[in-house]
């Protein structure tokens, strides 16, 4: 079935380096992907939304750029502070169904 | 406030016990879904629904059962609860539509002793 690959399982930079995440899909039909932050004992929060026809997504403190000829989206904290630490999790939509990547345990050190 | 709630927050059960899991969200939201997350395994589709009084099968639905009474609620029902349900269980709602993006609950911790 449709995949979405996600790495690296666990991530540990210092305050103030950045940290890349990346998703590969496998679905050519993904129309729309998400990127969610989960913290300790709480659920998904959603960070942002990529349409698959725009390829650079800048949020606060973070970079999304997706690249549709290899298929890889990836999330990029510009510079980590210890607040980011948290599970992150990429996410593609096709049809009806949403499949979620097994996250990245990202911890930032003071 | 928050959107999803979901109660109990957190539960031990026994082996061949009968658990409910209850959603309730106030986003007016037609579609509701049931995760449950597993380390190593990110967060498997359950069952979901897209409108009242009907529920459909996700991608893990064995030794589930759900329900969807009103748009607001949506539970998840372990008949015989066995020790590999133990898992976090998380609920979300959503708008139709590819661009939809899911509102999550904050998950219930299950223990099947």
């Known amino acids: 079935g449709e995949q979405v690959e996600q790495r690296p399982p666990h991530l540990s930079v210092r305050e103030g380096d950045s940290a890349v995440i990346i998703c590969t899909y496998t679905?050519?039909?993904?129309?729309?992907f998400f990127w969610y932050k989960q913290e300790p004992g709480a659920g998904l929060q959603l960070l942002m939304k990529?349409?698959?026809?725009?390829e650079i997504n800048e949020g606060q403190g973070f970079t999304v750029l997706l690249n549709k000829k290899d298929k890889q989206l990836s999330l990029n904290l510009t510079a980590a502070h210890p607040g980011d630490s948290a599970v992150y999790f990429c996410?593609?939509?096709?049809?009806?169904?949403?499949?979620f990547g097994k996250g990245t345990h990202l911890h930032v050190l003071p | 406030e928050a959107a999803v709630t979901q109660s109990p927050r957190s539960k031990v059960a026994v082996t061949g016990g009968k658990v409910t899991l209850s959603c309730h969200q106030t986003?007016?939201?037609?579609?509701m879904y049931w995760y449950r997350q597993d380390t190593g395994h990110g967060l498997r589709l359950i069952h979901y629904?897209?409108?009242?009084?009907?529920?459909e099968k996700g991608d893990i639905p064995d030794g589930y059962k759900a329900s969807r009474p009103s748009q607001e609620n949506f539970s998840l029902i372990l008949e015989l609860a066995s020790l590999s349900q133990t898992a976090v269980y998380f609920c979300?709602?959503?708008?139709?539509?590819?661009?939809?993006?899911?509102?999550f609950g904050p998950g219930t911790r299950l223990t099947v002793l």
């Open positions: 679905d050519p039909n993904s129309y729309y």
């Open positions: 990529v349409f698959s026809s725009t």
């Open positions: 986003n007016n939201h037609d579609y």
């Open positions: 979300a709602s959503s708008e139709g539509g590819y661009y939809a993006e899911q509102f």
């Open positions: 996410a593609g939509r096709s049809a009806y169904k949403v499949i």
């Open positions: 629904s897209y409108v009242a009084d009907s529920t």
